[in-house]
Each structure stands twice: as C-alpha cells, then as structure tokens.
C-alpha cells in the first residue's frame, strides 16, 4: 500500500475509495446506477433505520459536507490558538515544505497542481501530507509498533489541530487550511478508522463491508479536497452528486489497487476481496494462497474489473464539474489509475506474481490527454463525448 494522487487517490496504494454502485454479493448480478442505489438506499432507511448499508452511513457524511460548501463557509470561527497561525513566514514554509513532499511522492499529482490558484494549490498540499502521514502510521517503517491507542492519540492531535492547536509545521498547514475552506473533519476521522480496521481486519466477507472500508481510506479524501479544488460557477450539478463523483472515483482507485495488489496483500495474510463472491465463483482463500491463474480466477476477474470501471465512468461525470483550474490532476488520476485495470488484462490476470504497472511513456502521454479533458467544463458535456479515447 502505497503512495497517492489526491481528490479520491488514496494515501494506500492498496487502500482509497467510496462507492454508488451496486452493493452485496453476487457477481455484478445486483448492481445498479448510482443515483438509483441511493434513492432505494435512502428509503430503505427510512423504512428500517436499524437495519442500513454502508452507503446510507457514508451518503451521511455525504449531506453534511454538501451543507458546509452551501453555506460557503470560507473561514471557521475558531475558539483558541489563532495566534500559532498568523506567523506568514512560518505558515508559508511549512506549505512549501507540504509541497516537497507531494512532490516527492506524487509527482504527476503535483504537476498537475501546479496549474491550480497558489491558494487551492498549498490547501491541496496540506491534505495530501496529512493523509500520507496517517497511512504512514500503519504502513510504515514503524507501523509495527502502531497501536489502537496510537492511533487515538493521532485523532485527539487531529481535533487539536481543527481547534486551532497545530502540533507542527504540517499540521500548521492545515489547520490554516480548514480555516478557509469549508472542510468537516469527520472526513479526517473516518480516515482514521480506516487504518484502525487495517490493525484488526483482513477479510470482508462481502462488498458491502468492502466499500465502507474503501470510503475509510480513500472517499475520504474526495470530501476532503472537493471544497478547496471548488466547483465551477457554471455548474448546474447539485453539490451532493459532485462529491458523490468524487466518492466513486476513490472506490475506483481503491478497487483498483486492491487488485493489483492481490498477490502482495496475500503474502502479508490479507484478502482485500469480497468473501462471498470468491465463494459464488468456487474460489477460497488457499486459491489465493497458492497463486494459479485458472479460468475460475479470471473470471472472477473480469467481473472485478468491470466494477471498477464502471465506478471510473460514473466518476468522469464529476470531473467536469469541478472549478476549471482544479480538472487536470483528477483527470490524469483517473486515466493513469484506469489504465493499471488494462495492465491486469495484458498480464492475462496474473496479480499474484507480476505487478501491473503503467510505464513512464503511456504516463507521459496520459498528461496532454488529461489536460485536453480538462478543458471541458460543465457546459461542454458533449464535447466531451468526442474527446474520450
């Protein structure tokens, strides 16, 4: 689990989404359309409040986020501790130093950042190095020495820092960052849950399970970043089904790494893959184990990989509706993350020994593509239809 793209790129390589699809077992059998999902999700909880699935938990978040862009709260009212962030030379050194690490380890990201106003650019920075931090905590050189309490320690920093108690330069950085923009912290938090399930879980017996692990580690990051990359003024899409958008690409990328990275998950005793669907396609955890490609296993791929991608179509529909100056480094996430599914295809499925990886060239490549896309806003949908590859 590795390094990250923002808007709904995981910190984890193996570890970064949300979902709208079709949720619960079966082969693909019982997806649907995302707005369809929801709709029935929402009215299923209104009928049983006790008995909800992960998306009516996660669409709650959901609501709450959309509430605060509506309002267009571009500064909280903090209560303590305001005078840590008003020194300008150490708040801009500790955006620049923000800015070296993304560099570092997300450098197509970066790139595209750059194209973004210096604003928008350093807030994106700041949450890119919190969210590397965290999944540093448990993948990480000291990531065996991390504990529940740890990781307790880590959330009570995180309140502090949304206080306007910053502990150091980084958290400086974004503590003056959700100052401005209308960020939630229970983005922060759920993320955090997330590395506390990777501490005690390995198996998810069913999608359902699977996604909210998904949204803990990667969603979360789209709710994050959606209110500082901005949503264009022309837009005529409602705020929820932007960060929805923003959700389905996280479960994208997700998805996605999670199977590239079978193989290397399964020598560390973890099976980031639905139980019950393994089952239904005559596959056990021993298959995964051994490592065989056979029919069953490709099959069961192709169906894995069909999910994704469809996560990946009903986020292009978002894309274009974010501020103009924030759309190139989504799109190339997107299309670079999109093209490791095709790099599992040309392997003939083989994700236990051989790692799909996208070369420098087609990534290359990918960059004037994203750009092109990019330049298509909410008023161009139809253009947009031409320009796809």
Same mark, same amino acid.
């Given at each position: 689990?590795?390094?990250?793209?923002?808007?709904?790129?995981?910190?984890?390589?193996?570890?970064?989404?949300?979902? &709208? =699809?079709?949720?619960?077992?079966?082969?693909?059998?019982?997806?649907?359309? %995302?707005?369809?999902?929801?709709?029935?999700?929402?009215s299923s909880a209104v009928a049983n409040p006790v008995a909800r699935?992960?998306?009516?938990?996660?669409?709650?978040?959901?609501?709450?986020?959309?509430?605060?862009?509506?309002?267009?709260?571009?500064?909280?009212?903090?209560?303590?501790?305001?005078?840590? =962030?008003?020194?300008?030379?150490?708040?801009?050194?500790?955006?620049?130093?923000?800015?070296?690490?993304?560099?570092?380890?997300?450098?197509?990201?970066?790139?595209?950042?750059?194209?973004?106003? %210096?604003?928008?650019?350093?807030?994106?920075?700041?949450?890119?190095?919190?969210?590397?931090?965290? *999944?540093?905590?448990? *993948?990480g050189p000291n990531a065996s020495h991390i504990t529940p309490k740890?990781?307790?320690?880590?959330?009570?920093?995180?309140?502090?820092?949304?206080?306007?108690?910053?502990?150091?330069?980084? +958290?400086? #950085?974004?503590?003056?960052?959700?100052?401005?923009?209308?960020? *939630?912290?229970?983005?922060?938090?759920?993320?955090?849950?997330?590395?506390?399930?990777?501490?005690?879980?390995?198996?998810?017996? !069913?999608?359902?399970?699977?996604? =909210?692990?998904?949204?803990?580690? /990667?969603?979360?990051?789209?709710?994050?970043?959606? %209110?500082?990359?901005?949503?264009?003024?022309?837009?005529? #899409?409602?705020?929820?089904?932007?960060?929805? /958008? #923003?959700? #389905?690409?996280?479960?994208? !990328?997700?998805?996605?790494?999670?199977?590239?990275?079978v193989g290397e998950d399964a020598r560390r005793g973890r099976i980031?893959?639905?139980?019950?669907?393994?089952?239904?396609?005559?596959?056990?955890?021993?298959?995964?184990?051994?490592?065989?490609?056979?029919?069953?296993?490709?099959?069961?791929?192709? +169906?894995?990989?069909?999910?994704?991608?469809?996560?990946?179509?009903?986020?292009?529909?978002?894309?274009?509706?974010?501020?103009?100056?924030?759309?190139?480094?989504?799109?190339?996430? &997107?299309?670079?993350?999109?093209?490791?599914?095709?790099?599992?295809? /040309?392997? *003939?499925? !083989? !994700?236990?020994?051989?790692?799909?990886?996208?070369?420098?060239?087609?990534?290359?490549?990918?960059?004037?593509?994203?750009?092109?896309?990019? =330049?298509?806003? %909410?008023?161009?949908?139809?253009?947009?239809? &031409?320009?796809?590859?």
């Open positions: 689990m590795s390094g990250v793209l923002l808007w709904v790129v995981c910190p984890k390589g193996n570890a970064a989404a949300a979902s &709208l =699809l079709g949720l619960g077992g079966g082969k693909l059998g019982r997806q649907q359309r %995302p707005g369809r999902v929801r709709v029935a999700a929402m699935t992960s998306e009516e938990r996660v669409y709650e978040v959901v609501l709450k986020q959309a509430a605060l862009v509506r309002e267009q709260r571009k500064e909280r009212e903090k209560a303590a501790g305001t005078d840590g =962030l008003s020194n300008w030379d150490l708040l801009n050194e500790a955006y620049d130093r923000c800015g070296e690490v993304c560099a570092e380890y997300a450098k197509t990201f970066y790139l595209g950042t750059l194209l973004m106003t %210096p604003e928008r650019r350093r807030a994106v920075w700041a949450i890119y190095v919190w969210c590397r931090r965290t *999944d540093e905590l448990v *993948d740890a990781l307790d320690r880590w959330e009570q920093r995180l309140n502090d820092l949304f206080e306007g108690r910053p502990y150091d330069m980084y +958290d400086a #950085a974004l503590a003056h960052t959700v100052s401005k923009y209308p960020v *939630d912290i229970q983005p922060f938090k759920d993320m955090i849950e997330g590395m506390r399930l990777d501490l005690k879980k390995s198996r998810y017996k !069913n999608f359902d399970e699977l996604y =909210l692990y998904c949204y803990y580690v /990667a969603g979360t990051v789209g709710l994050m970043s959606v %209110p500082v990359m901005g949503i264009a003024p022309e837009s005529k #899409a409602s705020t929820e089904s932007v960060y929805n /958008a #923003a959700l #389905a690409l996280g479960i994208a !990328n997700q998805l996605t790494n999670i199977l590239r990275d980031y893959l639905p139980q019950d669907e393994l089952v239904q396609a005559g596959l056990s955890d021993e298959d995964i184990f051994r490592g065989q490609v056979t029919d069953k296993w490709r099959s069961f791929m192709k +169906d894995q990989i069909k999910r994704a991608r469809m996560f990946f179509d009903e986020a292009e529909k978002g894309v274009v509706e974010l501020n103009a100056a924030s759309r190139w480094p989504v799109w190339a996430s &997107l299309l670079l993350y999109k093209q490791i599914l095709d790099a599992i295809e /040309a392997n *003939d499925y !083989n !994700n236990f020994t051989r790692r799909a990886y996208v070369g420098k060239t087609k990534k290359l490549v990918s960059l004037p593509i994203a750009y092109g896309r990019a =330049l298509v806003g %909410p008023t161009s949908t139809k253009v947009a239809e &031409l320009t796809r590859i």
